[in-house]
């Protein structure tokens, strides 16, 4: 029996804007709670370190800025665990009962390929997830401005109760990208996309390469100090300056 198509919502539910604001800001949290190492070590992971190697700046683009920050707090590992993971417990300290249910959701969300089935002005989106063959419902006010409908997306999902939607980061992926990321001849008749979903290291390697793929150079802004850092976009995606939002007080 096939599973029932999930519906969209006549309306975004009650204490949505709180979520997504949550599900950037802990994510933000636990990359600033890692350590420069770590920082620098995603970094050259990423090809986004300085040409001596010694320092890492912050690119004004806002999507190296959201790469970063996923990679650290997700990808990341410190003692075996990602950061997001071995940072829960300082993070969760004086968080809200709601809160502590977004950051345990942040642990548990994964990455996953999609598809976009439809969209729902206002709303958000259908996605087909080509990993699971699973359908779901993504909630997101600007989603149609950013994807068509029968776009691919790497992205990640946080399920709160009934509400699903996005850490701030999608990817776009084509089916050239897919060809040239996984390296494989690719057997006939078969996508890319079937050949990943049936692989779960090749899976974990479609991430990671599609994290690394270089972003284009911008003008760089130091990680600590500075007034120009702290007038520029604040990395966490809210669209405020650094120095009244996520840099506050620092």
Excluded at 18 to 30: E, F
């Amino acid at each position: 029996m096939m599973p029932a198509i999930p519906g969209f919502p006549d309306t975004l539910p009650a204490g949505f804007d709180h979520q997504l604001d949550s599900v950037t800001h802990l994510s933000y949290q636990a990359w600033k709670w890692a350590t420069k190492a770590e920082w620098d070590r995603a970094a050259g992971e990423m090809g986004m370190l300085l040409s001596d190697g010694s320092t890492y700046l912050l690119g004004e683009s806002d999507p190296a800025n959201a790469r970063l920050i996923e990679w650290v707090a997700f990808e990341t590992q410190r003692d075996g665990r990602p950061i997001i993971t071995a940072a829960a417990e300082d993070l969760g300290r004086g968080l809200s009962a709601g809160d502590l249910d977004i950051l345990a959701a942040l642990q548990r969300s994964s990455w996953s390929l999609m598809r976009i089935e439809e969209h729902r002005r206002g709303i958000g989106a259908r996605m087909c997830d080509l990993w699971t063959d699973e359908q779901r419902i993504v909630l997101s006010r600007r989603l149609e401005q950013q994807v068509p409908v029968g776009a691919h997306l790497l992205v990640r999902t946080v399920t709160v109760g009934d509400c699903t939607t996005m850490t701030a980061l999608i990817a776009r992926i084509t089916q050239e990208v897919l060809d040239r990321l996984t390296g494989s001849i690719l057997e006939s008749g078969r996508s890319a996309f079937e050949v990943i979903a049936d692989d779960p290291e090749l899976r974990r390697k479609f991430v990671r390469k599609t994290f690394a793929l270089p972003t284009v150079p911008r003008p760089a802004i130091p990680l600590t100090g500075g007034n120009r850092q702290r007038n520029m976009p604040c990395p966490c995606g809210s669209g405020r300056k650094f120095k009244v939002c996520c840099g506050r007080g620092r």
